[in-house]
């Protein structure tokens, strides 16, 4: 249909504010990514719109207008796509789910408000730190559609009665704030959120994202800000997040779940990926991070991982800054059972003003929870590769970089730091690190070496003080029988 909402034409090609974001992050001894990269755009401008308050929204902060704007959305998808526009007042609001080719437009006065009622939260199949488990849909979801957004400079509101992780006493996850699950052209742009315990958006399986000038509120623990899951083609741009756990967090599932291949059906619904019904290890890739401000309480700003057992790679941060991390500003973390990789990542201009416990941490032993179903043997020792990172200036951080929990027999290949400025307590920590570059690493303060390694080598470790071997978790064995999907 030519006049859809989002063509898919328009939305593959470079978006204006895209473009310099894209050049500023290449290098000369950055890899070139290893496929062609996708860059999403605005759609066109959509002929319908309709109002909820004549679907019988009150938006009054009391009555649930749940069913008067789910009744515009869906009435605006069988017309052929086009703006639901959502005017001032406080919506209050249980699950609402985005079809194909409907754009929720949030005027500047507009609040959408969460029930404090988990029943006005479907259960479906939803992800959970790495896997598939029973759970409540986001406040905003949508499944298996294309074409979809929410725009407009408005607030979206989780209620905090709804926040928490799920427990053996109440194993069903709790509702993240905006969720859509295999779906393709989605746009975030212009709104506020704010939530609890709970992450704020977190596309799954989906491919061209564009998130941009968005303001997030994400408190307390597990609070994350932006989880990219299993996704392709994302830019996320001109945001300022402020949460509990990460800021932004890029995830590709847990153990042999996400690590092996599904049989084909040979079947496929439209507008779902193909691909997805007949493999679950879905790479996250392609993923551009720029002109962000970062805040985090608990742990990291940006992390990557530690679900990582469909691999991530070509992911591109630029001019960034970071005010405050509880751990490091950027945590790069796997384990062993996770298998897969985490390859080519690049970031530059970044400036780290706050406090934090260091600036950079590699851990590709033990982080995060081991699965119950590992990806066994040398497999299940995730491959680290091709991290860049270049025009750093931080301010006082314990500890510039700690690289040292990686495994002997896969060795991190290619770990370039080039034009740091600024001061920290500590310096550069290595261990199990091959082909490293450092360039122009011009920190004052430091105590003790600026190098300290053990098994590594690269250009530029000058006069390094010796450290001990990282301690190797136990091998997982090869189980009897071969994991099935189940």
């Given amino acids: 249909m030519k006049d859809t909402l989002f063509a898919r034409r328009n939305f593959l090609k470079t978006a204006a504010l895209a473009a310099p974001a894209f050049s500023l992050i290449a290098s000369a001894e950055a890899p070139q990514p290893s496929a062609p990269r996708k860059a999403p755009t605005h759609p066109a401008t959509p002929k319908l719109t309709l109002n909820v308050r004549d679907f019988g929204a009150k938006g009054d902060g009391t009555t649930k207008d749940t069913a008067a704007i789910q009744q515009a959305i869906d009435r605006c998808s069988v017309l052929g796509g086009g703006e ?28 959408l408000t969460g029930s404090p009622d988990f029943d006005d939260y479907p259960v479906t199949q939803v992800r959970w730190e790495g896997k598939w488990i029973q759970g409540h849909t986001a406040l905003i979801y949508a499944n298996g559609v294309e074409d979809i957004g929410i725009v407009g400079a408005g607030k979206i509101i989780g209620n905090p009665a709804l926040g928490g992780r799920p427990r053996p006493t109440s194993p069903l996850r709790h509702p993240a704030l905006i969720e859509p699950i295999n779906c393709s052209n989605i746009r975030l742009e212009g709104f506020s959120t704010s939530y609890h315990l709970m992450w704020s958006i977190h596309p799954t399986l989906c491919q061209n994202i564009v998130i941009k000038n968005l303001t997030i509120r994400s408190t307390g623990g597990n609070g994350d800000g932006i989880d990219i899951d299993s996704c392709q083609h994302v830019l996320i741009d001109h945001c300022e997040i402020s949460t509990g756990d990460d800021c932004i967090s890029l995830k590709s599932g847990r153990g042999e779940e996400a690590a092996s291949q599904i049989p084909s059906s040979g079947n496929s619904k439209p507008g779902i990926n193909p691909a997805i019904t007949t493999r679950a290890a879905i790479t996250t890739e392609d993923v551009t991070i720029t002109n962000c401000t970062f805040a985090d309480s608990i742990f990291a700003c940006i992390g990557i991982g530690s679900e990582t057992s ?12 970071f005010t405050h991390a509880r751990s490091f500003a950027f945590y790069i973390k796997t384990r062993t059972g996770r298998g897969a990789f985490i390859e080519d990542i690049t970031a530059t201009n970044l400036d780290l003003t706050g406090d934090f416990a260091g600036f950079l941490r590699i851990e590709g032993l033990k982080s995060g929870i081991q699965d119950q179903d590992p990806v066994p043997g040398d497999a299940g020792i995730p491959t680290l590769r091709n991290f860049h990172f270049s025009n750093i200036h931080v301010e006082n951080v314990p500890v510039l970089v700690e690289a040292t929990s990686i495994h002997p027999n896969k060795p991190l290949t290619g770990l370039t730091l080039t034009n740091v400025t600024g001061t920290c307590q500590k310096g550069i920590f290595l261990a199990n690190v091959k082909n490293a570059i450092f360039r ?6 430091y105590t003790g070496a600026l190098f300290n390694t053990y098994n590594s080598t690269g250009v530029g470790i000058r006069n390094p003080a ?21």
């Fill in 310 to 321: 469909g691999g991530i790679r070509n992911v591109r941060i630029s001019n960034c800054k």
């Fill in 84 to 111: 639901v526009l959502v005017p001032a007042g406080n919506y209050l609001i249980g699950a609402i789910q985005l079809r194909t080719r409907t754009l929720l437009r949030l005027d500047p006065d507009a609040t």
């Fill in 440 to 445: 122009n690493i011009d920190v004052k303060g």
């Fill in 466 to 486: 010796t450290i001990e071997a990282p301690k190797l978790p136990d091998d997982i064995p090869t189980p009897a029988e071969p994991y099935t999907l189940h």
